[in-house]
Each structure stands twice: as C-alpha cells, then as structure tokens.
C-alpha cells in the first residue's frame, strides 16, 4: 500500500483537494452536469446545451457586475482582456492554488476556544495541577539530589549523568519562573550564583551539545524571563540579578567554543573537558548531525546579548556547512565526521541522532526573524526540502486503521524502510506545524493569506502525527509512551507485541518490542500537543495533553519525593527505574503546564522554545 504510494501523493493532495480553488464557471458546469446524472428533464444532450448556454450566460452577468480589487492592478500591467468588462483570461487560466476557508467546524473551534485567555477554570485548576506536580518534583530533588545532574527518587540519591553541573537546577529554572514558583526560583538562583561558576572552571569531560541545550539554554533564558535585556521580560523578581545567569553562561560558552576550535572543519567536537577548555572527538570519532546542528539557537543568543559575534561565528559555521553537503532529499545521516566534515554512513531517521537537526533549520530561520531574502534564507529552504523528503521517503500509513507515522531509512533511500518511530520522532508534529504558521494561529495565518500549499500539506501531516505520538500511549496499559514503537504494514508485521490496552482502536497497529518498553519522562507529544494547540485551538489537544499528566501522575510519581522513568509501560504496575531525568522539569511539566494556560505567556510569534524548551526571543527586526 503506501509503499508504491508516498503519502504526498495518496493522501496530502487527495484531503487538501478541497482547497482549490475552481473558477466560477467550472463550478457551474459541473454542478449542472452532476443534477444531469438525476433529473429527467436535462437528460438529453439539446436540453445539456441549453442549459449550459443558459448558465453561461447569468455567469457572464454576474461576472460583469463584480469588479475584483486586483483588476486595476491587472488592467494597469495590461495583461488581460476584457470583453465589455469580463475577463475572459480568468475564466480560461488554471485558477492559483488558494487557502481554503475556514471550515463550519474551525468557526466554532474559533468560538468556543478562549481567544487565548484561560477563563475556563476546568483548565484553571488543571494548569494548578501541572504547577503542583512540579513542585513535587522539585522538592524531591532539592530533598535527596540538590546539586546533583539528576534524582534517582527509588534511592533517594542524586547522581551526575550530565557532568557534574547541577543540570537539573538549570533546566528547571525557566518553568519555575513561567509557573511563578518564587521560592523555587530563589532556591535554584541561589545555587547557580553560589556554585555554578565554580562548578565549570572544575569539571571534566561534558557532552557539548546536551550542556548547550539544558545548561546553556537554562540559562539564557532564565537571564531573558528575569529582565535580561533590559528588562525586556521580568517575568520574576526572585533570585539573582539576570547578569548573574549572562556571566555564567558566557564563561560556560566560552569553555564551549573550543569544540569548534579544536576540530579541523566547521564541523565541532563531541565532547569537551571544561576545566582545560580543550574538546575531543567522541569515542569512534563521529559527531552526531543532531548534536552539531542543535547548537545554534543558544550561540546566537549569546552574541546578541553579550555583543560578542564570536559564538554566533562559530555556530553557523556548521549550518552553513552542512547546506553544501549532498542529501537525500533534503534528508541527512545520523553522523557527520568532524575530521572529513562528511556525512558518515546512510542511516536516516527523526530520532535519535536526527531529531533536532530538522527542527534547528526552521527554529533559526525564525530566531533570525523568519524573512525571506535574507542570510538566513538558506535554513527554510534545507528545511522546506528536508520535509518534502520526509513526506515522499519516510511517512507511511500503518494497518489495518491507518495512523500515519514516520519510519526510517537505515541504509539510505536505496534500502529497506523500516517501520520503526522513536518517541523523540513526536517532536515533529509541532515543528511542522510552527514552521507553516510561523508561530500565528492557523485562522489568523488563513485571514492573512499566508499559508502556502506545502504550509498546510505540512500541517496536515502535523495532525497526522500527533495522533499516532497520542495513540503511542492510549495503546498502552499505563496509558504512557514507549520509547520506540514500530507499526505493523503490510510488509511488517509481529505478533504479540501489543501494548496492553485491549480497547484501544490501534491494538493492532502498534507494535512494541520488550527492549523498547521503557518511558523516560519525555516531552515530545506534549510538546507537540501544546504547539498543535496554540496554532489550532482545537481544544482536543489539551484533552490529550491531560490524559497524559494523569497518567504520569498514576505511574510515575514517588511517594517519598519526585518522578520516576518507568521500565516497562505495558504491564501494570509498570516496574520503576530509578531517574528522573532533567527535562522532566524543564520540558514535560512546561509544557503541560502551557498548554492548559493563557496563549500570550511566551507567544509563539514572539520566541522560540530551544530543544529543551528553553524559550528565547525572536530576533527584532
Ligand atoms: C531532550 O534533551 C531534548 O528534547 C533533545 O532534543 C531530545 N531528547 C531530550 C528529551 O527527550
């Protein structure tokens, strides 16, 4: 089935056909030739002719007595002709692809959804809950972790999964502050003033992109949200002063920048030893493309609040490289080598080692301020390409019900397909659907004409996936997500391998095996369900989103403090691990938290979220 057929083809146009525009007479003739098929009276072909001639006629009249806005400007370039005052040219050319109208339904979307503001108090008390699981969170950590990377609640201990900086204080400062928690936020200010600075000069060996996107990005956009910039957010008067957080994430980046430095190409270095500021290739010697393409976001941001171009330099360095390496339609590998600056291998995928690649290319377009013709043009256009590679290479349908879900290429787009989708891969549905809208709702991004054909093709597909991320945890027991689910096709299939939730419409379709059972906490379909939210507000989102916190407030939370990875989520009760990872507080439960919550607390057309949901602002332009 979808083999032969890429979702492009078979089903994009085929749903979006309703978006094109026929022209008036076209609509005419073939409703007339439509009634012909059931009424006697035009069923013989005198009486078709008539008819039509007949219906020519009021069209020209009506055509004439309508003067379109656009036709002095026509009339002006001399391009049509006119026969006493009807264009002939418009009824004969192929009419332009158009926006559709919004449908009967979207109107009532519209009505009933809360023009942004939170007056339901469901959803209220609902954000409350979301506020109060963090707060659990962060009291377990502070009890048993406090300074460490991360929590294992089952032991009651921290460990230092990231390197030793306190990860997890970082990522959660920013939540803290859009959730007005103002103690936490002194708590974990005053950490990151006494220590961290410390902390960096000391430490070992640090993955460079995962201490940029949690470390570094915690930071930044704690320094933004405390009135950085002058001022430009505060958001809370607790803890530091926002130069606090600058100094330490220029000192922390400028450890950083030697990843860049030491490698002999644009491409950096995995790791790096902070304390002698001198970086190494990860063992093997490949970085992953995600890794060094997910930087960027954070290095900008550095430089236009410090002033210092240098981090910006070296970050788009890589972008601008990677733009001049072959591709499969606009589709990358998984590793690069940062000897070579090549491509290494021709395994292609949207998780791990792929993911955020794809989401940085739109993010910085954005970050620059989303123009056309600018330096950064070059960004949408990779981006652009890379999901019409995605919708041609990589998006299939599963069987028997059809939940569309995108798949992997391990040996390049000459090799088998493989039905395989990483959780991570549900940060997806929201990046499509930012990058149509840019950030605008979809019925103020339709009045304003800017969607174009392939923005709701790529919209589409975002409700698409959205739903199967959704189903990856309706299929379930525990009502959570595995880590990797396959999809049975009609080329893959394996018995046995349901996810536990008998009732659920998509038993068949999703299968897990028992390496995959696992659930870290991850943020990525609520992620997306708060992007598809805001930009839809189609409040089915949030439902979801909630089915989602409850479940991981039956299964994962601890009794003596804190959140926990669970090992197997299609059993109940599902066996615990032992971690509550940091994007737990810095993703998971901000978004939640978001998505039940008021629209214009960091809007969308204002900042961008980086891959741990750290918001920054978009560049003024
Ligand atoms: C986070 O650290 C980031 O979202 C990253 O891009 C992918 N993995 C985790 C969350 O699952």
């Known amino acids: 089935m979808s083999k ?5 083809v078979k089903d994009v146009h085929y749903d979006n056909a309703k978006f094109r525009h026929r022209s008036p007479l076209k609509v005419l003739s073939q409703s007339l030739l439509t009634l012909n098929t059931k009424r006697d009276y035009a069923s013989c072909s005198t009486g078709k002719f008539l008819i039509l001639l007949l219906v020519f006629g009021i069209a020209c009249l009506i055509l004439m007595g309508t003067k379109n806005p656009d036709d002095s400007a026509l009339n002006e370039k001399g391009k049509v002709t006119f026969v006493g005052g009807l264009r002939l040219g418009r009824l004969l ?14 109107g009532q979307l519209k009505d009933s959804a809360t023009n942004g503001s939170n007056s339901d108090p469901k959803w209220a008390a609902r954000q409350q809950c979301v506020k109060d699981a963090f707060d659990y969170a962060w009291s377990g950590y502070r009890k048993f972790a406090m300074g460490y990377d991360e929590l294992m609640p089952i032991s009651q201990r921290g460990v230092d999964g990231l390197g030793g900086l306190g990860a997890t204080v970082v990522d959660a400062l ?43 990005g915690g930071l930044l956009s704690a320094y933004h949200l405390s009135g950085g910039e002058h001022g430009a957010m505060n958001m809370t008067h607790d803890g530091p002063k926002p ?9 922390l980046a400028d450890r950083l920048l030697s990843a860049f430095n030491s490698s002999p190409t644009a491409v950096p270095y995995s790791d790096v030893i902070l304390r002698e500021s001198t970086a190494h290739p990860a063992p093997g010697g490949m970085s992953s493309t995600a890794e060094v393409a997910s930087v960027q976001l ?56 792929g993911d955020s690649y794809y989401e940085y290319l739109i993010k910085v377009w954005l970050q620059q301020g989303g123009k056309m013709n600018s330096n950064f043009t070059y960004l949408h256009d990779m981006y652009t390409e890379a999901m019409k590679g995605v919708r041609h290479l990589l998006v299939r349908k599963s069987v ?12 390049g787009s000459k090799g088998e397909f493989s039905p395989k989708m990483d959780h991570l891969v549900c940060f997806l549905p929201g990046t499509l659907a930012l990058g149509a809208t840019k950030g605008l709702t979809k019925e103020k991004a339709l009045a304003e004409n800017l969607l174009s054909f392939e923005d709701l093709e790529n919209l589409k597909l975002a409700e698409d996936l959205a739903k199967a991320c959704f189903e990856m945890y309706e299929v379930t027991a525990t009502g959570l997500a595995p880590e990797i689910a396959y999809f049975h096709t009609e080329e893959y299939s394996e018995d046995g391998l349901e996810g536990g939730n008998k009732s659920s419409v998509y038993a068949k379709d999703i299968i897990i095996k028992h390496a995959d059972r696992h659930n870290l906490l991850r943020p990525e379909t609520v992620e997306s369900l708060f992007v598809l939210y805001r930009i839809t507000k189609d409040t089915k989102y949030r439902d979801q ?47 939640l938290y978001l998505l039940f919550g008021d629209d214009s607390v960091i809007p969308l057309d204002k900042f961008v979220f980086n891959t741990e949901a750290h918001p920054l602002p978009i560049r003024n332009t």
Do not use: C
């Open 4 to 8: 032969s057929l890429p979702y492009s």
């Open 93 to 106: 050319r192929k009419p332009p692809r158009i926006p559709p109208r919004l449908s009967p339904d979207e």
């Open 174 to 216: 920013d939540t803290a502050m859009i959730m007005g928690h103002g103690h936490i936020v002194s708590e974990a200010g005053a950490w990151v003033e006494a220590h961290l600075l410390e902390r960096i000069s000391q430490k070992g060996q640090v993955n460079l992109f995962e201490t940029t996107i949690r470390v570094l």
């Open 243 to 251: 130069d606090v957080y600058l100094n330490v994430a220029k000192d």
């Open 298 to 353: 954070e290095f900008n941001y550095l430089s236009a609040v410090s002033g210092d171009p240098k981090y910006s330099t070296e970050a788009m360095k890589v972008l601008a490289h990677i733009k001049t390496l072959p591709k499969t339609k606009g589709l990358v590998p998984i590793y690069i080598s940062p000897q070579s600056g090549e491509f290494v291998g021709e395994n292609i995928r949207l998780g791990s080692r």
């Open 400 to 411: 028997p019900k059809g939940l569309v879900f995108v798949g992997e290429l391990p040996y």
């Open 545 to 591: 989103g909630w089915q989602i916190f409850e479940a991981f407030e039956k299964y994962t939370k601890v009794k003596s403090g804190g959140y926990t990875s669970l090992d197997d989520v299609t059993e109940v009760p599902p066996h615990r691990r032992d971690k509550m990872e940091t994007f737990f507080l810095g993703e998971t439960l901000k978004y």
